[in-house]
């Protein structure tokens, strides 16, 4: 009230104004556009009021950006479970063919030792007939003075012997009177022989053995030159 009264006392107290001359009138209303002191007048309407002629807001702008990121999120997340299971079934894999290696490897060593161990055996127990005759010519020739009876029934136990190399497969190299053959022959020594022994063997000073295509043992041998 107090502001009222000092508003009309300023009004009054204006003698050199009258109403309705150059006075903007509103009728009650709020006048829009009155000038302030800078001279400046202001439009409240136009600057709340939109026009046509502006762009896309950027409320719309972040609208399609949301919904096309919304749609590569969606894809990625359909991906995912895929890639997942895939990887899953090939790790799967992986580890089984590891473990069939790995089985398989232990297997292979096992029967070659197996192998190993029973090609053993199978020679020692051939073997145990002619361990059993020397042990009976070694009595006999402890009792007996009969020489030509042992000399025979040696020569039976080297004959055995010898039949149970071949049984196993090892075979005698032949040597003697041939020429010299590195892959199976190792010439120790030479010896002047003549024109005709030059380069064969004229001596065996060690037998060779091999067990069907590999040689056991090379023959040591003398060279004629």
Known sequence: MKKEEIYNEAIGGDEGFAPGEGYPSCDGQPCANVSGDDGVATDTMTDATPTGDEGPSDGAASG??????????????????????????????YLRLQAEFDNYR??????????????????IKAMLPVADDMDRAVEAMAGSDDIEALRAGVGLIAQKFHEVLRSCGVSEIEAKGLELDTDHHEAVARFQAGEEQRGKIVDVVQKGYRLRDKVLRFAKVVVGE
């Open 106 to 123: 232990k297997r292979t060593l096992r029967e070659k030792m197996e192998l190993v161990e029973r090609g053993g055996a199978d020679v």
């Open 64 to 93: 399609e950006t949301g919904e096309e990121s919304g749609v590569e999120a969606g894809g990625s997340e359909q991906l995912a479970p895929e890639l997942e299971r895939r990887i899953a079934e090939w790790q799967d894999k």
